[in-house]
Every structure is written in structure tokens, then in C-alpha cells.
Antibody, heavy 120, light 109 residues
Framework: EVQLVESGGGLVKPGGSLRLSCAAS????????MNWVRQAPGKGLEWVSS????????YYADSVKGRFTISRDNAKNSLYLQMNSLRAEDTAVYYC?????????????WGQGTMVTVSS | DIQMTQSPSSVSASVGDRVTITCRAS??????LAWYQQKPGKAPKLLIY???SLQSGVPSRFSGSGSGTDFTLTISSLQPEDFATYYC???????????FGPGTKVDIK
């Protein structure tokens, strides 16, 4: 079965850090660029970061640049998001998603999401 | 960055109605446009890619059209399971960010 499973969310104080993980199975993870997308409570979807299949290209939304770091380990079929200097406005469900060039860049596989709450 | 807008922000409709949602990009994105459906508490689901191609397993009552800056998603005959929020997304460029539209909520009239 093709799936992505996120983990690592939780409650953290402002200024704190958290590392999210995303485990992939059922497809050739190393062939896909991967992404993090978040959704604040009651709000829309916000693209956060992308990493190419070989980690050669990495991009961030301006809202997280300098605070978040995306990485991947193709040997472990895993994607990561290191989140530092967390703010209340980072509170959201974080989804990992694969991007398919065969589908004109659409995000075709999504995880179930992991909740991050930044609060004192 | 490319900005995406959607209209309407919400629509009330009945089962069997035809529903059309529009999406506009702030600059041309050719056909690098995707549509997603999201139900409460669930992850988004890909419906349409390349502006008009139906993702495998998605009912044929969903269709997409457009190119460049203006796009539409049409549900030809709304079904009870279609009540959800729909998002467009520019899927073209890492450099511009894969921006999502603000969403259109389709609810029961």
C-alpha cells in the first residue's frame, strides 16, 4: 500500500524546537521530490518546504525561512522537518506530500498529518 | 511569488446541482494547476492535475479546464459525498512556491 505516515508532533513552548518525520512506503521514495504543507486550525493549506529527490534543491516559504530545515534519507525512505524558534503562528497540522512530475507537479500522496501546537 | 485566488469562497448547493469554482493565478502557469478536495479532519485528496486531467479513481462528474491564469473546477451533479472544501494549487515552480488558493467551501443548501 502506498502511504506516508507523519510523526513527531506535539506541544512545544514558543522559541522551542521540534522535529517531524514522515515515513514512506509502497512507492519509490527516492524518485520523488517531497514537501511539507501545513494547515492552521480553521484555515487553508500553506506550502511550507520542498526538497528534490536527491536533496540538491531545497526551498522554503518566507514564513519559515531561517527557522525550519527540510531533509531526507532515501536509504530510510524518510523525510524530516526540523523546526526551530517556533512561534504561536506555527501551530498547525503538518502534512508531508509527494510531488509527481508525471502528474504535472501535483501532490499525489499525502500523509494523515501531525499536529504541532506552540503555546506557553 | 505567484498568488492564487479562488471564487466564490463558499457556495451553498443542493444534491444534483452543477457547481463551478474558479481559480486565478497572478501570472501565467500554463497548465501546472492542481485541484484538491478536503473533508474535515482529513488530508487533502488530489482530484485534477495538469488543469484538466482526472486523477485515477476520481468520479467523472469532476472536471477541470483552463490554462495560463484562469482555471475552473466543475462538479456536474453534486453528490452528498462532495460537500467539502476545494483548493487549487500552482504546481509549476519550486522557486515560486507551490501556492494554494484560499479554498472554496461547498456546503448543503
Amino acid at each position: 500500500e502506498v502511504q506516508l505516515v507523519e510523526s513527531g508532533g506535539g506541544l512545544v513552548k514558543p522559541g522551542g524546537s521540534l522535529r517531524l518525520s514522515c515515513a514512506a512506503s509502497g512507492f519509490t521514495f527516492s524518485s520523488y521530490s517531497m514537501n511539507w504543507v501545513r494547515q492552521a486550525p480553521g484555515k487553508g493549506l500553506e506550502w511550507v518546504s520542498s526538497i528534490s529527490s536527491s536533496s540538491s534543491y531545497i526551498y522554503y516559504a518566507d514564513s519559515v525561512k531561517g527557522r525550519f530545515t527540510i531533509s531526507r534519507d532515501n536509504a530510510k525512505n524518510s523525510l524530516y522537518l526540523q523546526m526551530n524558534s517556533l512561534r504561536a503562528e506555527d501551530t498547525a497540522v503538518y502534512y508531508c506530500a509527494s510531488r509527481s512530475l508525471q502528474l504535472r507537479g501535483a501532490f499525489d500522496i499525502w500523509g494523515q498529518g501531525t499536529m504541532v501546537t506552540v503555546s506557553s | 511569488d505567484i498568488q492564487m485566488t479562488q471564487s466564490p469562497s463558499s457556495v451553498s448547493a443542493s444534491v444534483g446541482d452543477r457547481v463551478t469554482i474558479t481559480c486565478r493565478a497572478s501570472q501565467g502557469i500554463s497548465s501546472w494547476l492542481a485541484w484538491y478536495q478536503q473533508k474535515p479532519g482529513k488530508a487533502p485528496k488530489l482530484l485534477i492535475y495538469a488543469a484538466s486531467s482526472l486523477q485515477s479513481g476520481v468520479p467523472s462528474r469532476f472536471s477541470g479546464s483552463g490554462s495560463g491564469t484562469d482555471f475552473t473546477l466543475t462538479i456536474s451533479s453534486l453528490q452528498p459525498e462532495d460537500f467539502a472544501t476545494y483548493y487549487c494549487q500552482q504546481a509549476n515552480s519550486f522557486l515560486q512556491g507551490f501556492t494554494f488558493g484560499p479554498g472554496t467551501k461547498v456546503d448543503i443548501k
